[in-house]
């Protein structure tokens, strides 16, 4: 079945079986997306205005891979997969980026916009992400609130960074209809040499609320500069840059109706990058000069239909994208192309005397206008007992993935050598994950996991070539443990994590004596989020994390770290919150990424004013 007919019979398909859906009569209230407690302490930087990222950076279900400073550049990885292998969904659609999964955290939004992120892995996974083997870091835009707040830091190393956010609602007969500004500038020479970052964000968000439904459209721009020394290359003599200016337009609509729920989104975007592996020198606007301009835009519709007793899920999205220019990205055969990804579950019970089962049986479709289409299967088994607050999940879901642009389109040797012959890639899920929640314990899980990765797309170095880095095509067998513990113990609160990999890798015929990302992962990494509140007008936050790498014949120091941050916050008023916060409180010089310098410590003082 070609692409287009492929397109054509699933947007027959959600047509049938969601027509009855969207013009039944709404439910009496909207259904609420499972609200999320944070899982880190910290949601301020001491370096850097905030991001997606600053949140993510002590969270214990993703590895987020940094370097340097984790508003600058970072990697988000999942379970020891790849920095290409996840992706970020808002709503029913996930936003990524064509060239290349460093700039998948390019997401120009508020970070205050969204609610607390939620993982979906295995089955979960396949609905909420495409072309992302791994699954989705998933957010959800808030309700606007009424807001009248500036945010100001001024800290080590020359950083400064401002935040305003204005918002109002007007209640109309019908619906609350709200609009949101915020604007963020953010400046620092950066702690170490070379290590300097200018940003600035800018958002409008309009939206309509009412019992039964939410509508949202966001506008969005962010003008972005930092330096690294080797944070692409790995050679921390070379002073690099990247600058990128990144656009997006937003549309999202979640509606609930008497059978169940479905969201509909869909977005515009476009990035302009200018990297620069060596700060000293001056561009010509030809090859090695490694600038690129890409747009992709999509479209997606998710939800869930009560019918005859079976709780269906599905999700569909549509997505294409394309290589405006570049001067770098000049190999294989297609600078454009469409994504299309399909999945259907049926979720059903059968209730018992001492327990109930849950099961649920599936199917994913994944198509490209430039690869042969993949068919996969998904389904999961959870055990319920009624005398004990725990269940047993055992989850399988298969995964697809076709490469980006930079590890297809690359020249064939260099700096960064390309290979247009890599193909799809194939992912194979198991998970068994034990959950237990009580008032006296707090909530606990603790998951087994396998997964096998065929043809997953790395970066490669090779002594004969130790200027050089390729792209090739590794098969991963990857095991895995996780346990998650959040408990709050009246002024005390806390999240502690623990996640052990361990991995086979085979590279086939390639010359490859180390990795740059698929053998670059933790071994063992504990995390712990503490916040404890010392009376009405103090309270302290603290986010730790110790992780014990494997070994990386690239990576110069040891392999074990120590990182942590911490903010004291006093609260005089309702009005007023003064912050000390420090990142990097040990001054650790581990190498996340391997022969890149680490972010050392840095701290500033912090006010945020409340004028609503």
Known sequence: MGFDKALSVILAFVFVFEAHNLLADPAPELEEVAVVASRVANADSAS???????????????????????EGQADLVIRGASFESAAISIGAVNIRDPQTGHYLLELPIDPTSFDKSSLALGSEGVFAA?????????????????????????????????????????PMSDADVGVRIAAT????????????????????ALQRRTDTAQSDLVLAHQDKFFGWPGAYTGFASLPETDHTKTLLVLLNHRQATQAGWYAISAYNRS????????????????????????????????????????????????????????????????????????ALAPTWQVLGESSDWRFKAGVVYQDTSRSRPFVGALGSV????????????????????????TSLKSRPAGLFGGNARLGREQSEQWSTTLSYQAEAVGKFSASVFKRTDDDLVDWTYNTSQPSARQANAVDLS??????????????????????????????????????????????????????????????????????????????????????????????????????????????????RFPGSPSARRSASLQVTVNLL
């Open 271 to 342: 990035l302009d990058d200018d990297y620069d592996f060596d700060r000293r020198t001056k561009e010509a606007g030809a090859a090695g000069s490694f600038d690129h301009k890409t747009r992709n835009w999509g479209v997606g519709l998710r939800g869930e239909r009560l019918l005859a007793g079976i709780d269906y899920e599905y999700a569909v999205q549509y997505q294409a994208d394309e290589l405006v220019s570049s001067t770098d990205l000049t190999e294989g055969d297609f600078n454009s192309r469409k994504y299309l990804s399909a």
């Open 478 to 591: 990857v095991r895995g443990a996780e346990v998650l513990w959040r408990r709050d113990a009246g002024d005390l609160a806390w999240v502690l994590g623990w996640t052990y990999l361990d991995k086979d890798a085979d590279y086939g015929s390639a010359a490859v004596d180390a990795s740059y990302y698929a053998l670059n992962y933790s071994k063992q990494r504990f995390t712990a989020a503490l916040t404890w509140r010392l009376g009405d007008q103090w309270q302290v936050n603290l986010d730790n994390e110790y992780r014990r790498q494997a070994t990386n014949p690239l990576r110069t120091g040891s392999d074990t770290a120590y990182f942590g941050s911490v903010s004291v916050v006093y609260s005089p008023a309702d009005a007023l919150a003064l912050a000390l916060v420090v990142d990097n409180v040990s001054d650790e010089d581990f190498q």
């Open 48 to 70: 850097s205005a905030a991001t997606l990222a600053t949140t993510l950076r002590y969270d214990p279900t993703v590895d987020l891979q940094s370097r340097g400073l984790a």
């Open 185 to 204: 500038r953010s400046s620092s020479d950066g702690s170490i040499a070379n290590g300097d970052h200018d940003f600035e964000r800018l958002n409008l």
């Open 130 to 170: 495409q072309n992302a083997t791994m699954g989705a870091v998933q957010y959800n835009l808030q309700p606007i609130e009424p807001v009248a707040q500036f945010q100001g830091a001024w800290g080590d190393d020359e950083l400064s960074f401002q935040s305003l956010r204005l918002a109002a609602v007007a």
């Open 382 to 405: 959870t055990w319920i007992p009624k005398q004990l607050p725990l269940r047993l999940t055992v989850d399988y879901a298969d995964s697809s993935q076709v490469p980006g642009y």
